[in-house]
Nanobody, 116 residues
């Protein structure tokens, strides 16, 4: 079993920045993918960004490219999402995930609200 603990999120004005962090613990294999999805009200959950434990380049949704940066610390099993130039449409619940050993685990989600 794997547990994910998210932190960060909150209320920010358009153009502002926020940083999300997620720490994984439990049975995690040396090879894994961590990342973030988000779900806005009335919409399906969508990919934001993912990153592997290896040397592959991160994967970003087109809507966040150039504004969001994902990073990870393999030793600590953490992943972070630096979100800059936030827009109204970035408002959503953001979920951390880790895929390892053939399974995918999700965090409980953290709310990000972009509002003036």
């Amino acid at each position: 079993q794997v547990q994910l603990v998210e932190s960060g999120g909150g209320l920010v004005q358009p153009g502002g920045s926020l940083r999300l962090s997620c720490a994984a613990s439990g049975r995690i294999f040396s090879s894994y993918v961590m990342g973030w999805y988000r779900q806005a009200p009335g919409k399906e959950r969508e990919l934001v960004a993912t990153i592997t434990s290896g040397r592959s380049s991160p994967n970003y949704a087109d809507s966040v490219k150039g504004r969001f940066t994902i990073s990870r610390d393999n030793a600590k099993k953490t992943v972070s999402l630096q979100m800059n130039s936030l827009r109204f449409e970035d408002t959503a619940v953001y979920y951390c995930l880790i895929s390892t050993g053939g399974n995918t685990y999700w965090g409980q989600g953290t709310q990000v609200t972009v509002s003036s």
